[in-house]
Protein backbone atom coordinates (compact mmCIF):
# COMPACT_ATOMS: atom_id res chain seq x y z
CA UNK A 1 0.00 0.00 0.00
CA UNK A 2 1.22 3.33 -0.55
CA UNK A 3 0.29 6.56 1.31
CA UNK A 4 -0.43 9.80 -0.20
CA UNK A 5 0.75 13.02 1.28
CA UNK A 6 -1.72 13.61 3.37
CA UNK A 7 -2.61 10.02 4.29
CA UNK A 8 -2.83 8.21 7.27
CA UNK A 9 -2.30 4.61 8.26
CA UNK A 10 -4.46 2.78 10.58
CA UNK A 11 -3.16 -0.14 12.25
CA UNK A 12 -5.65 -2.48 13.53
CA UNK A 13 -5.53 -5.08 16.33
CA UNK A 14 -6.95 -8.17 16.70
CA UNK A 15 -6.78 -11.63 18.51
CA UNK A 16 -5.87 -14.92 17.54
CA UNK A 17 -5.88 -18.41 19.34
CA UNK A 18 -2.65 -21.25 19.50
CA UNK A 19 -3.68 -22.36 16.22
CA UNK A 20 -3.17 -18.84 14.59
CA UNK A 21 -6.95 -18.35 13.68
CA UNK A 22 -8.30 -14.85 14.11
CA UNK A 23 -10.80 -15.40 17.04
CA UNK A 24 -11.72 -11.44 17.23
CA UNK A 25 -11.19 -9.81 14.11
CA UNK A 26 -8.70 -6.58 13.88
CA UNK A 27 -10.44 -3.38 14.71
CA UNK A 28 -8.64 -1.99 17.46
CA UNK A 29 -6.00 1.13 17.18
CA UNK A 30 -3.69 -0.90 20.11
CA UNK A 31 -4.41 -3.49 21.93
CA UNK A 32 -2.57 -5.27 25.07
CA UNK A 33 -3.28 -9.06 26.25
CA UNK A 34 -6.04 -10.30 28.47
CA UNK A 35 -5.83 -10.52 32.26
CA UNK A 36 -8.59 -11.53 34.64
CA UNK A 37 -11.18 -11.94 31.79
CA UNK A 38 -10.63 -8.29 30.16
CA UNK A 39 -8.15 -6.64 27.47
CA UNK A 40 -7.40 -2.94 27.12
CA UNK A 41 -8.50 -2.02 23.74
CA UNK A 42 -7.90 1.31 21.63
CA UNK A 43 -10.36 2.81 19.80
CA UNK A 44 -10.87 6.30 18.31
CA UNK A 45 -8.29 7.37 20.65
CA UNK A 46 -9.63 6.14 23.75
CA UNK A 47 -9.07 2.92 25.75
CA UNK A 48 -11.67 0.54 26.86
CA UNK A 49 -11.86 -2.98 27.84
CA UNK A 50 -13.23 -6.13 25.78
CA UNK A 51 -13.92 -10.02 27.31
CA UNK A 52 -12.23 -13.11 25.33
CA UNK A 53 -15.27 -12.69 22.98
CA UNK A 54 -14.89 -9.46 21.62
CA UNK A 55 -17.24 -7.60 23.46
CA UNK A 56 -16.83 -4.57 24.61
CA UNK A 57 -17.42 -4.59 28.58
CA UNK A 58 -16.36 -1.32 29.13
CA UNK A 59 -16.58 1.64 26.87
CA UNK A 60 -13.75 3.28 25.35
CA UNK A 61 -13.68 6.45 27.81
CA UNK A 62 -10.14 7.04 28.96
CA UNK A 63 -7.30 8.58 27.86
CA UNK A 64 -4.77 7.98 25.66
CA UNK A 65 -2.33 9.46 28.10
CA UNK A 66 1.61 7.48 28.37
CA UNK A 67 2.26 4.71 30.42
CA UNK A 68 3.20 1.10 29.12
CA UNK A 69 0.03 -0.46 27.72
CA UNK A 70 0.38 -3.62 29.64
CA UNK A 71 -0.26 -1.16 33.16
CA UNK A 72 -3.61 -1.03 31.98
CA UNK A 73 -4.05 -4.73 32.66
CA UNK A 74 -6.40 -5.97 35.42
CA UNK A 75 -4.14 -7.05 37.77
CA UNK A 76 -5.48 -8.21 41.31
CA UNK A 77 -9.20 -6.81 40.82
CA UNK A 78 -8.05 -3.27 39.61
CA UNK A 79 -6.82 -1.95 36.16
CA UNK A 80 -5.19 1.64 35.49
CA UNK A 81 -6.92 4.39 33.69
CA UNK A 82 -6.58 8.21 32.99
CA UNK A 83 -8.41 11.21 33.07
CA UNK A 84 -7.74 14.63 32.51
CA UNK A 85 -3.85 13.17 32.64
CA UNK A 86 -4.12 11.83 35.71
CA UNK A 87 -4.22 8.12 36.50
CA UNK A 88 -6.03 6.25 38.98
CA UNK A 89 -7.84 2.44 38.84
CA UNK A 90 -11.21 0.90 37.94
CA UNK A 91 -12.65 -2.44 39.00
CA UNK A 92 -14.15 -4.97 36.49
CA UNK A 93 -17.48 -3.03 36.70
CA UNK A 94 -16.02 0.34 35.31
CA UNK A 95 -16.25 1.34 39.39
CA UNK A 96 -13.43 4.58 39.90
CA UNK A 97 -11.90 2.82 42.85
CA UNK A 98 -8.93 4.83 43.47
CA UNK A 99 -9.37 8.45 42.14
CA UNK A 100 -7.31 9.64 39.49
CA UNK A 101 -4.88 11.84 40.82
CA UNK A 102 -1.29 10.18 40.15
CA UNK A 103 1.22 11.47 37.32
CA UNK A 104 2.13 7.34 36.43
CA UNK A 105 0.83 4.16 37.99
CA UNK A 106 2.41 0.66 37.61
CA UNK A 107 0.12 -2.47 38.12
CA UNK A 108 -1.08 -4.34 41.66
CA UNK A 109 1.57 -6.96 42.91
CA UNK A 110 1.32 -8.27 46.26
CA UNK A 111 -1.38 -5.96 46.67
CA UNK A 112 0.66 -2.60 46.52
CA UNK A 113 1.06 -0.32 43.05
CA UNK A 114 3.98 2.06 42.59
CA UNK A 115 2.69 5.69 41.90
CA UNK A 116 4.16 9.08 40.65
CA UNK A 117 3.58 11.96 42.58
CA UNK A 118 5.80 14.63 41.77
CA UNK A 119 8.25 13.04 40.30
CA UNK A 120 8.81 10.63 42.86
CA UNK A 121 7.34 7.07 43.27
CA UNK A 122 5.91 5.38 46.02
CA UNK A 123 3.28 2.57 46.69
CA UNK A 124 -0.42 2.82 47.36
CA UNK A 125 -2.65 -0.66 48.68
CA UNK A 126 -5.88 -1.58 46.57
CA UNK A 127 -7.87 1.38 49.10
CA UNK A 128 -5.70 4.02 48.19
CA UNK A 129 -3.56 4.59 51.07
CA UNK A 130 -0.21 5.60 50.66
CA UNK A 131 2.25 2.40 52.60
CA UNK A 132 5.40 3.87 51.56
CA UNK A 133 5.88 7.59 50.81
CA UNK A 134 6.90 9.17 47.22
CA UNK A 135 11.12 8.89 47.29
CA UNK A 136 12.30 7.45 45.04
CA UNK A 137 13.84 8.35 40.84
CA UNK A 138 12.02 5.05 39.62
CA UNK A 139 10.21 2.34 41.01
CA UNK A 140 8.76 -1.36 39.84
CA UNK A 141 6.51 -3.94 41.04
CA UNK A 142 6.49 -6.56 44.20
CA UNK A 143 7.30 -9.88 43.67
CA UNK A 144 8.14 -12.60 46.09
CA UNK A 145 7.87 -9.49 48.73
CA UNK A 146 10.40 -7.08 46.94
CA UNK A 147 10.19 -4.85 44.42
CA UNK A 148 13.11 -2.79 42.58
CA UNK A 149 13.95 0.77 43.10
CA UNK A 150 16.01 4.10 41.81
CA UNK A 151 17.25 5.50 45.06
CA UNK A 152 18.68 8.90 42.50
Not at 6 to 19: A, H, L, Q, S
Not at 56 to 62: D, R, S
Not at 108 to 132: C, H, P, R, T
Request: proline share 4%; net charge negative.
Amino acid sequence: MRLSHGDTFKVEYGYIDKTGAVVIEPQFEDADRFSEGLAPVKVDGKWGYIDTLGNMVIEPQYEDSYIYTWYRIFSEGLAAVSIDGKWGYIDSADEMIIEPQYDNVGIFSEGLAAVQVNEKWGYIDKNGNMIIEPQYADAGCFSEGLSPVKVK
